[in-house]
């Protein structure tokens, strides 16, 4: 915006300038002495209005701009690995609160596990295009053995055998009619002790 309102202005400038040549130096006007000043007098005021309106419109967006991207929701995600349960299996679990008191209309989060060039989706875990409001916090606990068996992936046996699993997670919506996709963390599968550890 800074350059445009630069550019706007220098356009003005030059253009008063070349006005203002006209005026002193043209034959054809045919201009008395007081027409010429009075008439680069106007050229003077116009430019100066010229440009404070430029500033005054490039103001006013700005100050628009940064209005409606305050109104854009902010989501902290993160995975956390928990206590075994009964059958001995790990567990885990995403939170995800809205740390603005701004509302997802339609909120999708994605859950991609990655591991020996291929990717399993754990997408399913979560209801697709939610609505989630302002400062509004969730959980989601899962089994990652038993997710990913059903996906097609043996994770003790990958992550044991040197192979390394990682977990991205991350959501996308739309704001402003724009679709905004935000990759939020990367997580390593520690297979000594079963849980996920940041990459």
Excluded at 125 to 148: A, Y
Excluded at 172 to 186: C, I, L, R
Aim: charged share 20%.
């Amino acid at each position: 915006m800074t350059k445009i309102t630069a550019s706007i202005v220098i356009f003005l400038v030059l253009l008063a300038a070349v006005g203002s040549w006209a005026i002193v130096y043209c034959d054809a006007l045919e201009l008395r002495p007081n027409e010429v000043v009075s008439s680069l007098i106007a050229v003077i005021a116009s430019l100066g209005a010229l440009i404070s309106a430029t500033f005054v419109v490039a103001s006013y967006l700005q100050t628009n701009k940064a209005y409606v991207e305050s109104q854009r929701p902010h989501l902290l995600i993160l995975v956390e690995s928990l206590k075994h349960n009964e059958s001995g299996q790990p567990m885990s679990r995403i939170l995800y609160h809205n740390i603005t008191n701004n509302r997802f209309n339609d909120l999708t989060i994605s859950v991609r596990i990655e591991s020996d060039n291929k990717a399993y989706d754990l997408s399913h875990l979560f209801r697709k295009n939610m609505t989630m409001i302002g400062q509004d916090r969730r959980q989601r606990s899962f089994k990652p053995v038993e997710e990913l068996s059903k996906a097609g992936l043996n994770l003790q046996e990958t992550s044991s055998s040197g192979k390394e699993v990682k977990l991205m997670v991350g959501y996308e919506y739309t704001f402003n009619g724009v679709v905004d996709k935000v990759n939020a963390q990367q997580y390593r599968w520690n297979a000594g002790d079963q849980q996920w550890e940041i990459c």
